[in-house]
């Protein structure tokens, strides 16, 4: 992964999984299923794998690095710590305790580190026999059927390691046939929005080349580092769409149901390392969970397990956290159900709301039917939660547990103070078999001064822009805010003032009275269109800027707020109008 800059520093800190007990093969070398969730395990971590796929319910890990201690070798170790070999001795009674709980792992060579530093095996070695026994020594000794190869960075231009590696891929593959084994590799590389670029694409043709069978595509959707304000999950959609489309072109004889059972999508929960314009939300993960459950993908992943936890709310590009507000394994639940084909018959049940959306002035309330049905095996006791509202929203229970085929009333109120908005918040059904969510749509309307439409996301708690539009560089931040969990950054250039908008249509002829808090040099809040007036302040702490205005025949007023060229940025929160 491109987020793994110091993971060779990690992994000499020592994080050695040591275990005696020899590991038991999967069971009669089955693969993993068509369409698998498989999170990154960080081996370096050290943390126990076994330990966290129970605790997170991810049966199935991607366990990343595998590498050569030292540029020019041929041996690999975990994380190219020489403690750490490929070796029963090294995760083998982790790993053989996956699989026994019905899961299994994906070795991971490369990755960052090693593809910037010449220790990626294939990039290291130059012996395609040597590399190829290494692969197949770590696929005898786990007993595992995939083996994934992180590929970026050098890796991606080193046209002699590209070139080794796929020669061995197709060695690999064709002593899996001749011994009866099941073997799958697949390629973890970097993307644009719109799919593979170049440097990507030219190792699968090199692969085609070499006769090499690449089963998985697995691309990694976030790190763009374009400039831009992402929507996480749509971009990760537009980048697998655009990758479908490349592999149509490498392997034209494939179906469309085939091609899209070679792509696989790797997000970062929350902050990745570019900062908070790539900011992946856990609606954006279920939302590419269900989309990708209907085009038929091979794998859905994120970087990585340890991250999937709330515990440093602003920070970017953490290993041990999402720098998001999240509970545990809030993530891992949203994927999980994209796993199929590959698990036993269990206790499951399914959750759904109705309504799944209500529309409350502040002060008020509503309620909805959370209703679950046993979907296999038998019923269970599921406990009831919500995340995701904002503060002054209450969200409530009656009763806060159900038996799987039972119901319980939600109860939302909002208090008078609560920003007009749109607000997904996530209720959740946890049981022993794991987790099912559903989204309950929350618009909160502003007093309506006389009548007319209100301000939409005024507090910008939905994560994203919408329905605002801005300049390049602006765009929905986790720090600072002035209340709930976002705000926005407005960024300023040297031609630009970083400018949001937005349209609203409200009572003709009638007064009304916009206010949103602001902070940082020369930021301004008004209207434009239908009214005109606005204001400004400059200052480093939050304070409430208020703008009356009276619209005109129309009523449609812009909404706007801006700083000032190359002023630095301006951070809004909370607009209203009254």
């Known amino acids: 992964m491109r987020s793994v800059r110091a993971l060779l520093t990690a992994a000499l800190l020592g994080a050695g999984l040591a275990a005696v007990a020899a590991p038991t093969a999967h069971a009669a070398n089955t693969p993993v299923p068509a369409h698998v969730f498989s999170p990154y395990f960080e081996a370096y971590?050290?943390?126990?794998?076994?330990?966290?796929?129970?605790?997170?319910?991810?049966?199935?890990?991607s366990m990343a690095f595998i590498q050569a201690a030292a540029k020019g070798s041929c041996t690999a170790y975990w994380d190219g710590d020489t403690s750490q070999p490929i070796s029963s001795s090294t995760f083998g009674s982790q790993i053989a305790s996956i699989q026994a709980s019905g899961g299994d792992v994906v070795p991971s060579f490369g990755g960052y580190t090693a593809d910037d530093t010449g220790t990626e095996i294939a990039d290291s070695c130059t012996d395609v026999n040597s590399i190829a026994q290494v692969y197949e020594s770590v696929i005898t000794t786990y007993g595992v059927t995939r083996i994934?190869?992180?590929?970026?960075?050098?890796?991606?231009?080193?046209?002699?390691?590209?070139?080794?590696?796929?020669?061995?891929?197709?060695?690999?593959?064709?002593?899996?046939?001749?011994?009866?084994?099941?073997?799958?590799?697949?390629?973890t590389l970097p993307t644009t929005t719109s799919g593979l670029a170049a440097s990507g694409l030219a190792v699968l043709k090199n692969a085609v080349q070499n006769n090499a069978r690449v089963d998985v595509v697995n691309i990694m959707t976030f790190d763009y580092y374009d400039g831009a304000t992402h929507e996480m999950g749509?971009?990760?959609?537009?980048?697998?769409?655009?990758?479908?489309?490349?592999?149509?072109?490498?392997?034209?004889?494939?179906s469309a149901a085939q091609l899209w059972n070679m792509v696989g999508i790797t997000m970062m929960p929350g902050i990745d390392d570019y900062g908070a314009a790539e900011t992946t939300t856990v609606a954006d993960a279920k939302n590419v969970e269900s989309w990708a459950a209907g085009k038929g993908l091979a794998e859905l992943s994120f970087w990585a397990l340890e991250r999937d936890n709330g515990g440093c709310p602003g920070t970017g590009g953490s290993d041990t956290c999402s720098g998001i507000s999240q509970n545990t394994w809030d993530f891992s639940h949203a994927m999980e159900p994209f796993t199929s084909g590959?698990?036993?018959?269990?206790?499951?049940?399914?959750?759904?709301?109705?309504?799944?959306?209500?529309s409350l002035a502040q002060g008020a309330s509503?309620?909805?039917?959370?209703?679950?049905?046993?979907?296999?095996?038998?019923?269970?006791?599921?406990?009831?939660?919500?995340?995701?509202?904002?503060?002054?929203?209450?969200?409530?229970?009656?009763?806060?547990?159900v038996t799987a085929g039972g119901s319980s009333t939600l109860t939302a109120t909002v208090g008078s103070s609560v920003a007009a908005g749109t607000y997904p918040i996530t209720v959740t059904g946890t049981a022993a078999s794991?987790?099912?969510?559903?989204?309950?749509?929350?618009?909160?309307?502003?007093?309506?001064?006389?009548?007319?439409?209100?301000?939409?996301?005024?507090?910008f708690e939905t994560g994203s822009l919408s329905p605002w539009t801005c300049q390049s560089g602006s765009g929905v931040v986790s720090s600072p805010v002035h209340s709930g969990s976002h705000a926005l950054a407005v960024a300023p250039s040297s031609s630009t003032t970083g400018e949001c908008d937005q349209s609203v249509t409200l009572q003709p002829n009638h007064s009304?009275?916009?206010?949103?808090?602001?902070?940082?040099?020369?930021?301004?809040?008004?209207?434009?269109?239908?009214?005109?007036?606005?204001?400004?302040?400059?200052?480093?702490?939050?304070?409430q800027l208020t703008v009356h205005f009276t619209t005109g025949s129309s009523g449609t007023v812009t909404v706007y707020v801006h700083g000032w060229y190359a002023q630095g940025n301006v951070y809004a929160d909370d607009f209203n109008l009254a």
């Open 45 to 61: 971590s050290g943390d126990n794998p076994a330990t966290l796929s129970s605790e997170s319910g991810a049966k199935y890990l």
């Open 148 to 187: 994934d190869l992180d590929t970026e960075d050098n890796s991606l231009t080193n046209s002699a390691g590209i070139d080794r590696r796929n020669k061995a891929i197709a060695q690999v593959e064709s002593w899996a046939a001749s011994t009866g084994r099941t073997v799958q590799f697949s390629y």
């Open 234 to 254: 749509t971009d990760a959609e537009n980048a697998a769409t655009g990758l479908e489309g490349q592999l149509a072109q490498l392997y034209p004889s494939k």
């Open 342 to 358: 590959g698990g036993q018959t269990q206790n499951d049940f399914s959750l759904s709301l109705s309504p799944s959306s209500a």
């Open 366 to 401: 509503a309620t909805a039917t959370v209703s679950t049905a046993v979907t296999s095996g038998s019923a269970q006791s599921v406990s009831l939660s919500a995340s995701g509202s904002p503060s002054g929203v209450s969200v409530s229970f009656s009763p806060a547990s």
């Open 434 to 459: 794991g987790s099912h969510s559903a989204t309950y749509s929350l618009t909160v309307t502003g007093t309506s001064g006389g009548g007319g439409g209100s301000l939409v996301n005024g507090g």
């Open 512 to 543: 009304y009275t916009l206010t949103g808090w602001v902070q940082g040099s020369y930021a301004y809040i008004g209207v434009s269109g239908g009214a005109s007036a606005s204001t400004w302040s400059s200052g480093s702490g939050w304070n």
